[in-house]
């Protein structure tokens, strides 16, 4: 993507002085909404600088589950295919099943068809390109997806608060405990690397880009429907400012079209229109305003399950509330971040399935969250630094490896 250079408010009808003359702000909780000026420029030193952080951190959590996993004796290959892995790297190698099966009830059995193709797609191509084995080129195209999308998240935290607070971004982000999500054949890494440039696109009014982007994010995960959301409301805004002509109406129309064929060439493959959403309803998945949510809830308050992680999937969701609340206080973050984050947290809370996964279909939003606590820890020494990325990285590591092998049931 060529480089941004634009200032963009995001915000409120010009920059934050608009309205001090004829229109104040009704109060303050009003003004404190509107949006700051933003400038976007990508420095591809610092890109380069915040890839290595991220390969670094990410190296040291991945040694330590390598490392546990040998010595633990285990298959080399559960490593590698726990989880929706297994999902990804079996069509990358035999391709999609052409049929549904259904249990006795008459509900879709669990199938490869609700994965959306991208991810699969790379994976084959790195295979016969390389001739490695399809673990190790699903791990390749993780680990050169989640640097870029490091580049991206870097890009972004320091167009709003310096070089230092965007490698913060990065380190905080590459030991975060569900990081393992992006060492090994999972979507995460390829998802945030298109979720971190559509919205350094957006917010630097890039509206082509923005589109292609969100295009191309939407053959990855069908949470790509989050970031449609976020173009489209953020063109029709620039549309309603006159600001950037018929550019802001392709972005629009380009948006969705990822999404729409992924749902139609899956579809395809049993012969119906809505053929991923049938596939869908096996994953329990289904979008019911958050009604499931509170079921798991009203399991954990009542000691029905005893599951150590369900304490932290309910705090995940708990601190993603109030950090998009937060967000929206802080006058420097763009409007789009705000609504890409409360998109996220919707969907975790609005669905049902897979409770266990929740923290990590946060990941490709957690960037936007660490907007929050970049700074201070940007702020501290190097040395301390250091012995906290390294920390969370061992962490990391350690937590990985009960979570792809130990637990019963994988994220």
């Known amino acids: 993507m060529p480089s941004p250079r634009r200032s963009a408010g995001n915000g409120e009808v010009g920059s934050p002085k608009a ?3 004829s229109g104040a702000p009704l109060n303050t909780w009003l003004a404190q909404l509107r949006r700051n000026p933003v400038h976007v420029r990508f420095e591809r030193r610092e890109a380069v600088t915040a890839a290595g952080i991220y390969l670094a951190i990410a190296l040291t959590g991945f040694g ?42 008459g509900l879709p059995e ?7 193709p991208m991810v699969p797609a790379v994976i084959r191509v790195v295979h016969l390109v390389a001739f490695l084995p399809f673990p190790y080129a699903g791990v390749v195209v993780s680990w050169s997806m989640a640097a870029i999308a490091a580049a991206g998240g870097h890009t972004l935290a320091r167009s709003l608060f310096g070089r230092r607070a ?3 971004c990065v380190g905080l982000w590459a030991c975060s405990p569900y990081a393992f999500a992006l060492w090994v054949p999972y979507s995460e890494a390829a998802f945030t690397a298109f ?6 696109a957006v917010v630097a009014r890039r ?3 923005a589109g292609i982007l969100c295009a191309l994010a939407g053959t990855v995960r069908p949470t790509s429907a989050v970031l449609v959301a976020v173009v489209a409301v953020s063109a029709i805004r620039a549309l309603a400012l006159c600001r950037a002509g018929w550019r802001p109406w392709a972005a629009m129309g380009l948006a969705p079209l990822g999404l729409i064929f992924s749902w139609l060439y899956l579809g395809s493959r049993i012969g119906r229109l809505d053929g991923w959403f049938i596939a869908e309803k096996a994953w329990d998945q ?13 399991k954990l308050i009542t000691y029905q399950s005893t599951d150590i992680r369900y304490p932290l999937v309910l705090t995940a969701i708990l601190v993603v509330a109030v950090g998009v609340v937060a967000l929206a206080l802080d006058r420097q973050v763009p409007w789009p971040l705000v609504l890409a984050l409360a998109g996220a947290w919707e969907l975790v809370f609005g669905t049902p399935g897979a409770p266990l996964s929740k923290p990590r279909f946060i990941l490709p939003f957690l960037p ?4 929050l606590v970049m700074r201070p820890v940007a702020r501290l020494p190097r040395t301390v630094q250091g012995c906290l990325y390294g920390s969370g990285a061992i962490f990391a590591g350690w937590y990985a490896f009960g979570l792809l092998v130990l637990f019963k049931h994988p994220p």
């Open 19 to 21: 309205g001090t003359g």
């Open 64 to 105: 330590l589950l390598m490392a546990i996993s040998h010595f633990s004796r285990l298959p080399r290959h559960r490593r590698f295919d726990a989880g929706d892995s297994a999902r990804y790297l079996h069509i990358a190698e035999n391709g999609y099943p052409n049929h549904l099966e259904y249990a006795p009830d």
């Open 110 to 116: 669990p199938s490869a068809l609700a994965f959306f």
């Open 166 to 168: 965007g490698y913060a």
């Open 195 to 200: 979720l971190m440039w559509t919205l350094i």
């Open 207 to 209: 509206w082509l880009w």
């Open 286 to 298: 289904q979008f019911d305003f958050g009604l499931g949510s509170l079921r798991f809830l009203q």
């Open 368 to 371: 936007i969250m660490l907007l």
